[in-house]
């Protein structure tokens, strides 16, 4: 059997070799549903089945299933871990959800394989670096704000990050990574916005790189750069904040944010709470749709 560390280079070697292929750079974000849909020719197609984190299915083409019931972050990450097995031919898998920490840390090559290569596809060390460089930020200083919002840019969870920069990559101690997991997503959300956020809050600054879009579910908020021209078709703004202008994805859609006379702007893109169907559809606007908007 291989050892971790020989797994580990192979995913890495594999997620790098995979982004040379299909043009990637190595310090862009991506969204992981675009790239599998429209240069993999793989099919995405999210299912509300909750004892499922994802599937691979071996065909032609080959189909990867995602939960719609998870958070955003998790489900990109789980994505790309299906991705691994079509890159390392396991064949068809079926990736369950584990409710004990016990069954979800025995270890599986195949699995433990794949979990590397969607770290590394997702989140490469230079496309980290350039995130928190852009903004000001070290990584070797960062604070969980800091990495709350760059989590976001990359399309990945706030502790996937974190274990990634550890554990991965390199980029954060020991003593500092379990400092910043101890301050929760709810928790920085709340001292964002001074109150209980149950939904996700996404943070688009100046530094956001734009070459992906902002991806948001109905009922969940942003904080987008002052001044940005909305035509507020798929959002609603719901007042102003130290960082921006705070917003609410209303309806399923798409939209273009720019600033005026500048070349900077952002796609911002809405689909349905907890969408099942397949990915390329997601975002398609619905006259007819209404909301079902959790609690906030």
């Given at each position: 059997?291989?050892?971790?560390i020989?797994?580990?280079?192979?995913?890495?070697?594999?997620?790098?070799a995979?982004?040379?292929?299909?043009?990637?750079?190595?310090?862009?974000p991506i969204?992981?549903?675009?790239?599998?849909e429209?240069?993999?020719?793989?099919?995405v197609?999210?299912?509300?089945?909750?004892s499922?984190?994802?599937?691979y299915v071996?065909?032609?083409?080959?189909v990867i299933?995602?939960?719609?019931?998870?958070?955003?972050?998790?489900?990109?990450?789980?994505?790309?871990?299906?991705?691994?097995?079509?890159?390392?031919?396991?064949?068809?898998k079926?990736?369950?959800?584990?409710?004990?920490?016990?069954?979800?840390?025995?270890?599986d090559?195949?699995?433990?394989l794949?979990?590397?290569?969607?770290?590394?596809?997702?989140?490469?060390?230079h496309a980290?670096e350039?995130?928190?460089?852009?903004?000001?930020?070290?990584?070797?200083t960062?604070?969980?704000?800091?990495?709350?919002?760059?989590?976001g840019?990359l399309?990945?969870g706030?502790?996937?990050?974190?274990?990634?920069m550890?554990w991965?990559?390199?980029?954060?101690?020991?003593?500092q990574?379990?400092?910043?997991?101890?301050?929760?997503p709810?928790?920085?959300?709340?001292?964002?916005l001074?109150k209980?956020?149950?939904?996700?809050?996404?943070i688009?600054?100046?530094s956001?790189?734009?070459?992906?879009?902002a991806?948001l579910?109905?009922?969940?908020?942003a904080?987008l750069?002052?001044?940005?021209?909305?035509?507020?078709?798929?959002?609603?703004?719901?007042?102003?904040?130290?960082?921006?202008?705070l917003?609410?994805?209303?309806?399923?859609?798409t939209?273009h944010?720019?600033f005026p006379?500048?070349?900077?702007?952002?796609?911002?893109?809405?689909?349905?709470?907890?969408?099942?169907?397949?990915?390329?559809?997601?975002?398609?606007?619905?006259p007819?749709?209404?909301p079902?908007?959790?609690?906030?």
């Amino acid at each position: 059997m291989a050892s971790r560390i020989a797994l580990a280079r192979e995913a890495l070697r594999q997620a790098a070799a995979l982004r040379r292929r299909l043009g990637l750079n190595r310090v862009d974000p991506i969204c992981i549903y675009d790239v599998l849909e429209e240069r993999l020719g793989i099919e995405v197609k999210f299912q509300a089945i909750s004892s499922m984190e994802g599937m691979y299915v071996k065909a032609q083409p080959p189909v990867i299933f995602v939960c719609s019931e998870r958070p955003v972050g998790r489900q990109a990450y789980t994505c790309a871990h299906e991705l691994a097995h079509h890159v390392f031919d396991h064949g068809s898998k079926v990736d369950e959800y584990f409710g004990s920490e016990e069954e979800a840390n025995s270890f599986d090559p195949d699995e433990w394989l794949a979990d590397r290569f969607a770290g590394f596809f997702l989140m490469p060390a230079h496309a980290v670096e350039k995130a928190f460089h852009t903004r000001g930020w070290q990584c070797q200083t960062c604070d969980p704000f800091q990495l709350y919002v760059v989590a976001g840019n990359l399309g990945v969870g706030y502790e996937t990050l974190i274990q990634h920069m550890r554990w991965s990559l390199g980029m954060l101690t020991d003593e500092q990574s379990k400092a910043c997991a101890r301050t929760t997503p709810k928790e920085i959300r709340e001292s964002i916005l001074g109150k209980e956020l149950t939904t996700r809050l996404l943070i688009v600054d100046r530094s956001w790189d734009n070459k992906v879009a902002a991806d948001l579910q109905v009922g969940d908020k942003a904080i987008l750069p002052a001044g940005l021209l909305l035509e507020c078709s798929v959002l609603r703004v719901v007042g102003e904040h130290r960082l921006g202008t705070l917003v609410e994805a209303k309806a399923p859609g798409t939209e273009h944010a720019v600033f005026p006379d500048t070349a900077w702007g952002v796609n911002i893109r809405v689909s349905r709470r907890a969408y099942v169907g397949r990915s390329l559809f997601r975002h398609l606007e619905d006259p007819d749709y209404e909301p079902s908007i959790p609690n906030q």
